[in-house]
Structure formats: structure tokens, C-alpha cells
């Protein structure tokens, strides 16, 4: 019987069970507690980092140091929620340059008073000491030293349209919007006083074109001596070469000979004077142009003039003195340069006369076939027939009476001097038709009033007039904080603490006006930036407008959709390249080496180019910093573009307290 009952189990599960009960009520405890110690330290965390970028603001802003202490805790304490603020304590070390730059430095501590910790240590058998937890959290907020803005405004003629939900034009919103995001920006520039230029704007004004400004016509980057191929694209200096040249080509124009040698064409011939041996190039043609513009009758001389001319012949005559003529330069170059060859159009290569592709070329818009004047001796009797092919651009008097294409290539007819009486060409033709903006303003330092006050003048001295070339203002507002020139106002590259920012705004689709003259000149569309359309580049079949773009846009097809299509992947490609090949990616991993902000006006998504427009600017557009996932795009109408540029302003401070 004792036998049986040592050997009998039932019952010692229970007794197992009490004595197992201690050690597992007590990792449950522990278990509880781990958790909400880890929530309230996540909390705790979330805390300190809002708290820190909120504070960073306020650093850009120029607060006290005091201040800056008290908004930190204050701003802490308040993101707390369940967590007890007397349970924690803030240090906050400011940076050592408390004007800008450095890094903001936040450490809590939490002190944890655990629930069952102290009920499991007593079952445990332990002492009734403090049960209390402590520990910390630590963020590091880097603030940036320098921003550099490019502001490329659309100065198309749409923008004189009014904007939706307003009775003020667009380019007046967009005036008024970006002024006050320089002010915003100037605001917080101006606090950071211990650096050197800290944020800067550039303006490109773009329409059909750019304008880099005409006193860059000597610099080492522009195509001084005509040696990229674009640069005579247009041109035919055959022409104009001694064996060429008749003795009646001679009497209108003297000895002025073209010759090509040295890789270049050179003025050469008696007729030239001490100019014999340079290069004939677009700038000398500006300067060779000549009109008379004055004149003055000598004394007692006679001729004979015919008065009214009729069906081929002269029907009254009459007796004028002769006249002594003041004669000057016809124009000069306003400014604008033509797209490089791709791919240099959609980069930021170094323009290097060992490279000729490079080179930045002068716009110079030929006289297009028609005849401005007839009469090449001043007599009254026509000596050009009156032809007309209805071209946009006819400012001068073509050399004879030939087809179209030679023409307008003929170069013999632009050193004929414009005849005092001779037609005016209308507003806006010329040798720089398309040319309709203002210069680019180089990066200028707005911490300073009379920076910003350069800037917002600029700003306001905008006209709205022309097409829209959306890819060659954006790679001009690349070139503009670029650290290389053309524009070396940029800090390098490789500078740490720097955002270089381009902001594009549009208020249309890129447009490239068709002309339908394959019959004639076959320039297939009016001149601009890319030249015309259906001039092949370099004596190839594709022009640059073409250049570089897939299959899907056509090479030769001539149309305003087609043109749309090709400068939409210009512009795609411009913009890749700023953004570079680390560029951030929609789950937050990469750093733009250019960040591109882009906004388009009163563009509705149910019309079928404005949604195409809407789409590329989307798609150029970099990604957020700080917030992931989120393009920094703008959708805008008149009624909200002030709304948009204050989301632009907070944008351009976060990049400035984001590492």
C-alpha cells in the first residue's frame, strides 16, 4: 500500500502549476511592461524629431538663443500625448553658428515607471527599491548653409491671357507670387549673417527662346569665330567667294569676298579694309549690316526721280537734289542664342572651341524670300520684282530675283546698304525675330536689399510674347546655378551644405510653329531656338529639334503636335540630367544634385496638349525630401498660384534643414 501511494501522480500537476506561476505571471509582467516602455520611447522619439525640425525653422528665422531653447521644449512637451512631461527632460545644444549651417542637437531622457515590475520583483523575493527605468532619445538635425534658386518663368504671349478664378493676367500673378517668395526666402537669408552669400535667385526668362544678354558677345563660350555648325546652318557664303563674285555683283557691294580657310570663313578682298582676314560670322554680320538713316541735300545739284511708276514703266517724273547719307549699324544682337546640337542642348557640357558642337551661337533670323525693297539706285524705278511667298520673317532685300531657298541663303544680299527710303520690316522682324525676353539675371545675393531688390526689378520688367520652349529655359536655369560657365555663379558640385533648385513654371505646352513651305524653302516652320525644323543638322536629314528623341516622334513630320511630342522629351531629358544619376526615387533613396520644382497655369487636364504639358512637367519633376513618395509638381490656376509659391517657400526651407 505504501508502495502505491509513493508511486501515485495525480494531484502534483496542480502543485507544478502554483510553483510555475511565480516565474510566468512575472515574464508576462515583464512582457506588458516592455511593450509600453518601448511605445512611450517611440513616442518619446517621434517627439524629439518634431520638435527638432520645427526648431530648425525657427534657427532659419533668426530666433534668440533663448528662444529657440523654450520653443524646443515647449514644441516637445506638446507632441508628447500619453507620455507625462514630467517624466522627461530636453537638452538641446544649438549649433556653433547659430545664424545658419551646423547641426541642431536634441536629447529626452525618459524616466519609465513600470506597472507590474514591482509586484513581479516582490513575488521574487527582492527588495522594495526603485523600480524606475531610464533612458534617452537622441535626433540630429543638419542645417543646410546655402540654397541656390533658378526662377524659369514662362514669358510666352499666352501669359497675357487672365488667369482663371482673377481679372489680372497670368504674368501679373506670376510677378506678384514670386516676389514674395524672394521675400520669404530674403526673410530668412538675411539671419544668417556669419555666411557668405547664403541664398541666392537667378531669373530665366524664357518664351520661344532665351536671352543670355548681349554683352556675352565676346566670351570664351559663345561661337565667336563661327566654327560650330550650326552657325552657318543657314548660310550660303559660296556665294560671295572671289571666282564666284561678277562684276556686277562687285558694283552693288565692292570687293568683299568670303573665303574658307583655317577651318572657317574669312572676310578677304580690298572692299573689307583693315577687317580683311577675320571670320565672317553671325556677330560680324550684325555689325556689317548698315542703313542709311539720315541725309542731307547737296547744294546745287539736280536729278531725275521718277514720281509714279505704273504697268512696267514710269508715268511722271521729277527733279530731287542729290543727297549725302548718314549711314549706321542696321541692329545688333539682342541677346538670344540658339539650342546646341544634341545632346549638348539638354546638358551642362563645358562649351570648348575644341569642341565646336559646344559653343553657344548667336541667334540670327535670315531674311526670309520677298523682296522688303525694289529699287536698288534710288531712281524710283524698281529694279526687283514684287514676289511673295508669304513668309513671316522678309526684312531685307534679297539679292535677285531667284527661287526661294537661294534666296534666303544668299549672303551677298545682307552687305547692300539699306536704302533711307526703304519700307520699315513690321515690329518683331528681323535678324532677331523670336528673340523676346529679357536677359537672365545670374545668381545675386537676396540676404543683401539691393540683391533682392535686383532680383524682384527683374521680375517685374517681364513681357509676355512668343512660343513656348519649356527645355531650353529649364537647361538655362541649370546652367544658371551651375558652378561652370557660362554662369560660374553657382558654389561647385561637390560642396557640402549646398541645394542648387531649378523651379520651372508654364502656363502652356511647348510650342514650335509649323510653316508649310516644303515647296519652297522647306524650312518647315517659323525660326527660333532649334533653327527651322526642316533644315537637317550638320548636312544630315534630322534637325535638332529631333535630335535625341526616340522612335515614337516622327523625323519628319512637320506638325505642332509632332514638334509638342519631340520638345516634351527634350525636356524629359534635361531635366534627368540636372536630377543626375542618383536622383531620389519615389521610395526615398537618392539625393538630386538638382532639385527641379515644377508648375504649370491654368492647365486642364481634359485637354488633349495641356494634359500632355501636365504630364511632362510632372515627370520632370524631383521627388520630396521629406516627404516620401510626394512630386514636387503644381498643378496651379490663377486663383491659387500665390498658395502654390508659399508650398514652394516652406519646400525650399525644408531642403535647407533636411541632410
Known sequence: MIRKFLQDRRGSYAILTVAAMVPIMGGLALAIDYSEMSRQREITRNALDAAGIATARRIIEGATDDQLKAYANDFFKANLGPVKPSNTTLVVTLPNNNSGGGTLKLEANLKYDPYFVPAAAALLGKGSGSNQMDFSVKSEIRLKNTLEVALVLDNSGSMSYLGSGTGQKRIDLLKAASKQLVDKMAEQAAAMKQIDKPVQFGLVPFAASVNIAPDNDDQSWMDTNGLSPVHHENFDWSKMTQANMTSADIAQIGEKFAEYSGGMWRKKGTGWGVQAGEPLTRFSLYQDMIAQTDREAIPNTVRRVCKRYSSGRCREYTNEPEYEFTVT?????????????????????????????????????????????????????????????????????????????????????????????????????????????????????????????????????????????????????????????????????????????????????????????????????????????????????????????????????????????????QMQNVCANAKGPNARKVTGEGNDAVVVMTVSLDLSESKTAEKKAIDAMKACASYSRTTVGKKLYWNATGANLMQVFKEIADELSNLRIVG
Not at 543683401?448 to 524682384?456: A, Q, R, S, Y
Not at 560657365?485 to 560642396?495: C, H, I, K, M, V
Not at 548636312?539 to 506638325?559: D, E
Open 329 to 569: 549699324q542696321y541692329t545688333s544682337w539682342q541677346g538670344c542664342v540658339e539650342a546646341r546640337p544634341g545632346p549638348y542642348n539638354t546638358n551642362d557640357a563645358p562649351a570648348i572651341s575644341t569642341n565646336p558642337e559646344t559653343l553657344f551661337v548667336p541667334m540670327f533670323a535670315p531674311d526670309e524670300a520677298r523682296h522688303l525693297w525694289t529699287d536698288l539706285n534710288d531712281d524710283g524705278i524698281p529694279d526687283l520684282n514684287t514676289d511673295n511667298w508669304n513668309y513671316d520673317n522678309d526684312w531685307w532685300a534679297d539679292w535677285e530675283n531667284t527661287t526661294t531657298k537661294p534666296r534666303q541663303a544668299d549672303m551677298r544680299k545682307y552687305f547692300r546698304i539699306k536704302p533711307y527710303d526703304a519700307a520699315a520690316a513690321p515690329d518683331g522682324n528681323g535678324p532677331n525675330y523670336s528673340c523676346t525676353t529679357n536677359p537672365i539675371t545670374p545668381l545675386t545675393d537676396i540676404s543683401v536689399t539691393g540683391g533682392k531688390d535686383e532680383i524682384k526689378k527683374a521680375i517685374d520688367e517681364m513681357g509676355p510674347s512668343g512660343n513656348t520652349n519649356v527645355p531650353e529655359g529649364t537647361a538655362w536655369g541649370w546652367r544658371v546655378v551651375s558652378s561652370t560657365a557660362p554662369f560660374t555663379g553657382g558654389r561647385s558640385e561637390s560642396e557640402k551644405g549646398n541645394d542648387k533648385v531649378v523651379i520651372v513654371l508654364t502656363d502652356g505646352a511647348n510650342t514650335y510653329s509649323p510653316f508649310g513651305d516644303s515647296s519652297y524653302a522647306n524650312n518647315r516652320s517659323t525660326y527660333a531656338a532649334y533653327g527651322y525644323a526642316g533644315k537637317g543638322y550638320d548636312g544630315g536629314t534630322t534637325s535638332r529639334i529631333f535630335m535625341g528623341t526616340s522612335s515614337s516622334v516622327s523625323k519628319s513630320t512637320y506638325a505642332s503636335d509632332n514638334f509638342q511630342a519631340a520638345m516634351d522629351e
